[in-house]
């Protein structure tokens, strides 16, 4: 009996040993990669999208680095709403005014001569609205009201389940900066939509400047168009 009894503690003893020690060994298999969401230096999540009659509001939230540099490191980032409108008539001074996450925002916006917009940015945090009301006034003439949608819509993957199959479906473009838990780059997250499609660009920027870019179905992560680092 003092036998039996021996063998089933000394028995235990070796399993709990084993245990821990897998246990161990799994612990330290998951901490040897990289956490991909802490290298991101940009992610533009949502994009609100309206008309009405000849006034269109464009606007996006992005969280990034500032300064913005694409030189495979991770800056310090900040929060940041941009905005650009479209008017009939160029030649006046506009501002625009909404309301988001409980609050009141007015700017006045600066006319963009490039793309004939008139745009401004601001620091706020990220909105939860399906859609916001922005007002566009002109100088002292009354204010033309904009609804504009949020273009995400439902089922969008969030960021690190997107990373998780990206990076599933081009291994070699992330194996070839990632050293342990370390990763030489930085990545570039953008919302895109074209018509009723929902799409990220995803960017890898090595330490040279180089970008490796993918295009991902937003709802599933599917890898639809790949291009080599320039």
Same mark, same amino acid.
């Given at each position: 009996? @003092?036998?039996?009894?021996?063998?089933?503690?000394?028995?235990?003893?070796?399993?709990?040993?084993? !245990?821990?020690?897998? %246990?161990?060994?799994?612990?330290?298999?998951?901490?040897?990669?990289?956490?991909?969401?802490?290298?991101?230096?940009?992610?533009?999540?949502?994009?609100?999208?309206?008309?009405?009659?000849?006034?269109?509001?464009?606007?996006?939230?992005?969280?990034?680095?500032?300064?913005?540099?694409?030189?495979?490191?991770?800056?310090?980032? @900040?929060?940041?709403?941009?905005?650009?409108?479209?008017?009939?008539?160029?030649?006046?001074?506009?501002?625009?005014?909404?309301?988001?996450?409980?609050?009141?925002?007015?700017?006045?916006?600066?006319?963009?001569?490039?793309?004939?917009?008139?745009?401004?940015?601001?620091? !706020?945090?990220?909105?939860?609205?399906?859609?916001?009301?922005?007002?566009?006034?002109?100088?002292?003439?009354?204010?033309?009201?904009? @609804?504009?949608?949020?273009?995400?819509?439902?089922?969008? #993957?969030?960021?690190?389940?997107?990373?998780?199959?990206?990076?599933?479906?081009?291994?070699?473009?992330?194996?070839?900066?990632?050293?342990?838990?370390?990763?030489?780059?930085?990545?570039?997250?953008?919302?895109?939509?074209?018509?009723?499609?929902?799409?990220?660009?995803? %960017?890898?920027?090595?330490?040279? %400047?180089?970008?490796?870019?993918? #295009?991902?179905?937003?709802?599933?992560?599917?890898? !639809?168009?790949?291009?080599?680092?320039?």
């Amino acid at each position: 009996m @003092q036998i039996r009894s021996r063998l089933r503690t000394k028995t235990a003893a070796l399993t709990a040993a084993a !245990l821990c020690a897998c %246990g161990a060994l799994l612990l330290c298999g998951c901490s040897a990669k990289p956490q991909m969401t802490d290298y991101v230096s940009e992610y533009r999540s949502h994009i609100y999208e309206g008309t009405q009659g000849e006034y269109s509001v464009f606007a996006a939230f992005s969280r990034r680095e500032y300064p913005y540099l694409a030189d495979g490191c991770v800056g310090k980032m @900040q929060d940041l709403f941009e905005i650009a409108v479209t008017v009939p008539d160029n030649t006046k001074t506009y501002a625009i005014r909404f309301g988001c996450g409980g609050k009141e925002y007015e700017a006045e916006l600066s006319y963009n001569s490039v793309e004939m917009t008139h745009e401004c940015s601001l620091s !706020l945090p990220e909105p939860a609205e399906n859609a916001i009301d922005f007002t566009v006034t002109a100088e002292e003439e009354e204010g033309v009201s904009v @609804q504009a949608a949020d273009m995400r819509g439902e089922g969008a #993957l969030e960021l690190a389940p997107l990373l998780e199959r990206v990076q599933a479906a081009c291994p070699d473009t992330f194996s070839a900066l990632t050293s342990g838990r370390s990763f030489a780059g930085e990545v570039y997250v953008r919302l895109l939509c074209e018509d009723e499609r929902r799409f990220f660009y995803v %960017g890898v920027t090595d330490r040279e %400047g180089k970008t490796a870019s993918m #295009l991902a179905d937003a709802a599933t992560g599917e890898v !639809l168009a790949t291009r080599d680092g320039t």
